[in-house]
């Protein structure tokens, strides 16, 4: 229920897809590549192309820093806080 602490944590993220922005909460622990896939089930947007051919993208104020998100990684591990927003994207080749 609400009082889980799991619940407690969750991290508020904005997921841009194009023009659209929406907000999804994620637990901390979600892995990268649950995440596309939440993205993909709940923004009708992100199913613009194969799944392989897209990935999360965590841009930064310097467009040099910016960084993909590697699928078998957890979310926590990028540190990111609420209101970070990640870009899902296709990869350039």
């Known amino acids: 229920g609400a009082m889980d602490p799991e619940f407690m944590v969750a991290l508020s ?3 841009s897809i194009g023009n659209v922005v929406k907000t999804m909460q994620f ?3 979600t892995m990268v590549y649950d995440a596309c896939r939440m993205i993909r089930e ?3 947007e992100a199913l613009a192309g194969p799944p ?3 990935g999360l993208f ?3 104020d310097d467009p040099k820093k910016g960084i993909w998100l590697e699928a078998g990684k957890a979310l926590d591990y990028y540190m990111l806080r609420n209101g970070d927003t990640m870009e899902y994207r296709k990869k350039q080749r």
């Open 27 to 29: 637990e901390p622990s």
């Open 13 to 15: 993220l904005k997921i």
């Open 52 to 54: 392989n051919d897209f």
């Open 58 to 60: 965590l841009s930064d």
């Open 42 to 44: 709940r923004i009708p």
